[in-house]
């Protein structure tokens, strides 16, 4: 590789070093999470009507 793809690489892999250390903590980026959730209003959920069972085919009557 030449020099310049070398210096190049080194800068790519500080910035993404870089990144990886200001990254925030998984945890506390959850507990935002739910702390958004609690402060949401809570609404039901809208119940849905049963769907109706297909007509019953009536069986043909015997003769006497």
Avoid: C, N, W, Y
């Avoid at 690489?9 to 999470?33: C, G, H, W, Y």
């Amino acid at each position: 590789m030449s020099s310049r793809a070398m210096q190049r690489l080194s800068s790519v892999l500080s910035l993404v070093r870089a990144e990886t250390k200001s990254a925030r903590d998984p945890q506390a980026i959850f507990r935002e999470f739910l702390a958004h959730l609690s402060g949401a209003p809570r609404k039901p959920a809208p119940r849905r009507a049963a769907p109706k069972p297909p007509p019953r085919k009536r069986s043909a009557k015997r003769a006497k």
